[in-house]
């Protein structure tokens, strides 16, 4: 059994920042935490930031230069680190991980809101 547990998000002002983290925790054995996404309201849930299998980075356009994704291998812990917020970024995000091609691990889901 395999749980990511989520930490940070909440309300924050335009122009602000949050960072996000997502633990890993039970069997542990060849977890691969590889990204974030979120969901607004009435929208699909969206890919945001995330590492390929070589652990390149790669961010959805709407994110690049603001927000920045990183991990402990060790900690097997991931974070988001999202500066200059915008209210368009609020929603619920959501971390992701993986045991190789079968196995797909999902966090509970934080929500973040971005006031003007």
């Known amino acids: 059994q395999v749980q990511l547990v989520q930490s940070g998000g909440g309300l924050v002002q335009a122009g602000g920042s949050l960072n996000l983290s997502c633990a890993a925790s039970?069997?542990?054995?060849?977890?691969?935490?590889n990204g974030w996404y979120r969901q607004s309201p009435g929208k699909q849930r969206e890919l945001v930031a995330g590492?390929?299998?070589?652990?390149?980075?790669n961010y959805s356009e709407s994110v690049r230069g603001r927000f920045t994704i990183s991990r402990d291998n060790a900690k097997l812990t991931m974070y988001l680190q999202m500066n200059d917020l915008r209210p368009k970024d609020t929603a619920v995000y959501y971390c992701?991980?993986?045991?190789?091609?079968?196995?797909?691990?999902w966090g509970q889901g934080t929500q973040v809101t971005v006031s003007s």
């Open positions: 992701t991980g993986d045991r190789g091609p079968l196995y797909d691990y």
């Open positions: 039970g069997s542990l054995f060849a977890i691969n935490l």
């Open positions: 590492f390929s299998r070589g652990g390149r980075t």
